[in-house]
């Protein structure tokens, strides 16, 4: 069933559990991660970025239809959430297409221009009745988005952020970064606290992929909320798919790779959502 982000994420938070939000690339991406909550019994958060849009030539209706659809008939709660959003027009798509939240993208700009983007953005999508988390401290490593390791969300410069901007959640940097495929990320747990405390809104981590399981659960003691994972996933299905072509190089039916593909996504899906939940 689809409930509203907003709604998922307090929910998590209130019980002293973290909520997974799971990157969306194709329909067995969506069907996966549905498929391994269902297993887990527990909600999950289906995200489509700005990235991701762009791959399906730039139309973000009909990668949305199909999550939301998949999402409507699952047997655990289900939220859509469009991530890492840059385009102002996109943004103005998210409402109409099922989506309850939105991430605005602005931490690669000067902090005074972070701010008055997103607040922008913040005011337009609220009227909306959107629910809208943004960047603080460039957690990095995307493409074309160098990290330094040692980057760092300041807690009362947070304190100012959210004030400012009246975002309802806030992604930090805290030692994660994207697109790691080695979980070898140590995160400054003290610092999440210090920003925990500093700031009223749910916290949320980016690049969480690369990050072992025991920075994870000590990430959600310590008040992370809303754990992003999209690399362990991608790492999953094209080992999956390798592996099925390697032993039988005959295979031209795509349903043959992407079925396996499709059950290893679900497989990690189903511990880090139990994972996340404490359980």
Known sequence: MLIPTGVLVADARAAGRAIPAFNVITIEHAEAIVAGAEAAGLPVILQISENAVKFHGNRLA???AAAAAIGATAGVG???HLDHVKDLDLLDQAAAHGF???MVDASRLPYDENVATTAAAVERLHAQGLW???ELGEVGGKAGDPHAPGVRTDPAEAARYVAATGVDALAVAVGSSHA???RTARLDHDLITALRDAIAIPLVLHGSSGVPDGELTAAVRA???KINIGTALNTAFTGAVR????ADESLVDPR???APARDAIASVVARLTTLLAGD
Request: glycine letters at 4%; hydrophobic letters at 50%; a negative charge.
């Open 62 to 64: 009909p990668v949305a």
């Open 78 to 80: 289900v939220s859509l």
């Open 100 to 102: 309850s939240s939105v």
């Open 132 to 134: 809208v988390e943004s």
């Open 180 to 182: 790691m495929t080695s």
């Open 223 to 225: 008040g992370m909320v």
């Open 243 to 246: 592996e099925t072509l390697a």
């Open 256 to 258: 043959k790779y992407l």
